[in-house]
């Protein structure tokens, strides 16, 4: 029996569209496997050709009776893509890519021809997945997808960095072997096999290097001691390079110089940073090298 989606949970109906009601502009129904969501045909052909000929060719029943039927999909992915192409609300932006997403886009984006959303899916890995931390499971989907949907040569090697440092037995458990292309396997495997040497050399030198927690909430840099780094600059408070006969310390947070003295003395007041000041600050999760010749 069709039904019109309205399975959302409060918090996904609250953030994004269900296009479960057909309203003045969205009055387009799209059917997939038994469920309705009513879109705006104009917008939905602006993202993508085949939504422009599906819903506004003149040769196609569908234009005439604003409804079409798509075929061979679930209705989770199709309103996964909607709401990552179509804005919630007139003063909300799309839902964004995730690590949990990139599959279904990446997928869906090939078979819709939606430019603009594969382009978001790359600019994802080039800008926030360095830092997303994420389940193995789909950071492998995504690299199984972008060898599919034949991704650019450093998008593919860049996955590859990060499911190379999964270990040996989370790699066999999908068997990738199966489902990636021959070279594709061979750069993981080997990645992973010498990034797990490199590792070994590199806990033996230094397991204590990290963050330390101090007064009033700050967040420093600790050496491979486990002390906290110290650095011959100015603070930002008292302007001395050296308060009570300490250097000072960089804030990871609010990205204050704080001597000691006035570091007891100074909330953190955890400011929010430009893109450029975070990346300089967030510290990217581990990867391993990969040898982008065997992905020719």
Not at 75 to 100: F, G, N, Q
């Amino acid at each position: 029996m069709e039904q019109s989606n309205q399975e959302c949970s409060p918090t996904d109906q609250a953030e994004y569209n269900s296009f479960g009601s057909r309203s003045e502009f969205c009055d387009f129904k799209l059917k997939v496997a038994g469920t309705s969501f009513f879109v705006n045909p104009w917008y939905l052909a602006e993202k993508s050709p085949v939504f422009a000929t599906l819903c506004l060719n003149h040769y196609f029943k569908e234009k005439a009776e604003k409804t079409a039927t798509i075929q061979e999909e679930n209705s989770e992915d199709i309103l996964e893509l909607l709401r990552c192409i179509c804005p919630s609300s007139p003063y909300l932006t799309p839902k964004p890519v995730t690590a949990e997403n990139f599959g279904i886009l990446i997928r869906l984006a090939d078979k819709f021809d939606v430019i603009h959303l594969r382009a978001a899916c790359e600019k994802y890995l080039n800008e926030e997945f360095d830092y997303i931390e994420a389940e193995p499971t789909y950071i492998i989907q995504m690299l199984i997808a972008a060898d599919q949907f034949r991704l650019n040569k450093d998008v593919v090697a860049k996955l590859i960095t990060r499911v190379a440092t999964f270990d040996i037995d989370t790699l066999k458990m999908h068997e990738l072997h199966k489902i990636l292309s021959n070279y594709v396997v061979a750069a993981l495997f080997t990645a992973n096999a010498n990034y797990k040497v490199e590792s070994k050399e590199a806990s033996s030198v230094n397991n204590n290097q990290g963050e330390a927690v101090g007064s009033n909430s700050h967040l420093f840099l600790t050496t491979d001691t486990g002390e906290q780094a110290k650095f011959n600059i100015n603070c930002t408070i008292c302007q001395n390079s050296n308060g009570l006969g300490t250097y000072s310390g960089v804030c990871m947070k609010c990205c204050k110089v704080l001597c000691s003295s006035c570091e007891s003395g100074d909330k953190c007041s955890k400011l929010v940073m430009t893109p450029a000041q975070l990346a300089s600050f967030r510290t990217k999760l581990p990867v391993a090298e990969v040898d982008l010749s065997m992905l020719e």
